[in-house]
Nanobody, 123 residues
C-alpha cells in the first residue's frame, strides 16, 4: 500500500487559484497512476483528474477541463493539482488516490487514499 498525504487546501475567492499537493510514501511511486477526486457535502465522490506514471496519459472531468492541471514529480513522489479560475461549485474535500497500473476514473479502481483536504471557494 502507498500512503498518501494531501496539503494545500484552503479558502479562496471565486476566480482564484490553489495548488494541491499529495506526497506518497511507503512503496515505490513507480508504475502508479495518481488521481484526484472530490466530495461535496451530500454528494458522492467524483473523479477530477488522473495522471499515469509517465504523465503522458492525463484525463480530466469535463467540469474542470481547461481550469485544472494535474502533474507529478516522480523524483519527489509527489502529485499536484493546480486549480485556476475556481468556482463555488468546486467547493469540496479533495482526495488524492493511487492505483498500480494504468489510469482510471472510477474511485473503486483506486486502492490507496489520502485523508483529504478541504477546498472552499467563496462567491
Amino acid at each position: 500500500q502507498v500512503q498518501l498525504a494531501e496539503s494545500g487546501g484552503g479558502l479562496v475567492q471565486a476566480g482564484g487559484s490553489l495548488r494541491l499537493s499529495c506526497a506518497a510514501s511507503g512503496r515505490t511511486f513507480t508504475n502508479y497512476a495518481m488521481g484526484w477526486f472530490r466530495q461535496a457535502p451530500g454528494k458522492e465522490r467524483e473523479f477530477v483528474a488522473v495522471a499515469g506514471w509517465l504523465s503522458r496519459d492525463t484525463l480530466y472531468a469535463d467540469s474542470v477541463k481547461g481550469r485544472f492541471t494535474i502533474s507529478r514529480d516522480n523524483a519527489k513522489n509527489t502529485v499536484y493539482l493546480q486549480m485556476n479560475s475556481l468556482k463555488p461549485e468546486d467547493t469540496a474535500v479533495y482526495y488524492c488516490a493511487a492505483r498500480w497500473g494504468t489510469t482510471a476514473t472510477m474511485a473503486s479502481d483506486f486502492g490507496s487514499w489520502g485523508q483529504g483536504t478541504q477546498v472552499t471557494v467563496s462567491s
